[in-house]
Nanobody, 127 residues
Framework: EMDIVTSGGGSVQAGGSLRLSCAAS????????MGWFRQAPGKEREGVSC????????YYAEAAKGRFTISHDKAKNTVSLQMNNLNPEDAAVYYC????????????????????WGQGTQVTVSS
């Protein structure tokens, strides 16, 4: 059965860094669009950064540009998100996901058909 195991997250002060990782079980990330989403209290889940299955390109939401870096380790079958210069607005539960139908318009990421979500991991940023 497909599963995604997420690690990383935690609490940092503003300006700090965190690294999130997710590992695949019973599937290969490269067979899907892959990426990271987040959901803050009272807000909708939003795309943060993704890698397209067909083009292998990295896509970033406006809030993540210049601070976050997504990477895919094919050999280890993992996807990671390095987050630098975190600010309190980045605080949320972060989710790794795979699926299809990745779209990127006006710096807005959408994965139309999410096949599997990883368990969320909390990121807390104190000012």
């Amino acid at each position: 059965e497909m599963d995604i195991v997420t690690s990383g997250g935690g609490s940092v002060q503003a300006g700090g860094s965190l690294r999130l990782s997710c590992a695949a079980s019973a599937f290969a990330f490269e067979d899907y669009d892959m990426g990271w989403f987040r959901q803050a209290p009272g807000k909708e889940r939003e795309g943060v950064s993704c890698i397209g299955k067909d083009d292998g390109k990295q896509y970033y939401a406006e809030a993540a540009k210049g601070r976050f870096t997504i990477s895919h380790d094919k050999a280890k079958n993992t996807v990671s998100l390095q987050m630098n210069n975190l600010n309190p607005e980045d605080a949320a539960v972060y989710y790794c996901a795979v699926g299809f139908g990745l779209t990127y318009k006006d710096n807005y990421l959408l994965m139309k058909n999410v096949v599997r979500w990883g368990q969320g991991t909390q990121v807390t940023v104190s000012s």
